[in-house]
């Protein structure tokens, strides 16, 4: 089905509605502030990482990257990380966030 729809939509559209452009972390850093975040909504087998850590050395802030993986008693840590961002202007990377999806409401809360 979804390979008849592409090709349906190549035909009338144009192939550049059939095609993913290319992530822009720049330009979604750019958009972003200290009070709006990038959220990565991720398929299976893609991982932004490298590309984060180097936008972060690109902008001289690659000391102040925290990268967390989420799971099982790691909300208070994150919360503290996040807490602590906030005074010193660290970036903080919050990976597999589905592992804590009874945490998240948690986030509105800091």
């Known amino acids: 089905m979804i390979y008849g729809i592409k090709l349906f939509v190549n035909k009338e559209l144009g192939h550049k ?3 993913s452009p290319p992530f822009d972390l ?4 750019n958009d972003s502030s200290n ?3 990038v959220i990565f909504v991720l398929s299976p087998g ?3 990482i490298s590309d984060l850590i180097a936008l972060a050395k ?3 802030v690659n000391e102040k990257l925290k990268i967390l993986s ?3 008693g790691q909300g208070r840590i994150a919360q503290k990380l996040i807490e602590n961002g906030h ?3 660290d ?3 919050l990976q597999n966030c589905h592992l804590s999806a009874s945490w998240m409401p948690e986030l509105e809360k800091i």
Do not use: N, V
């Open 35 to 37: 009070t709006t975040p």
């Open 58 to 60: 690109s902008k001289g």
């Open 70 to 72: 989420l799971g099982q």
């Open 46 to 48: 893609a991982d932004p």
């Open 91 to 93: 970036w903080i990377c």
């Open 26 to 29: 720049e330009g979604a850093s």
């Open 87 to 89: 005074k010193t202007g």
């Open 17 to 19: 509605f059939i095609e």
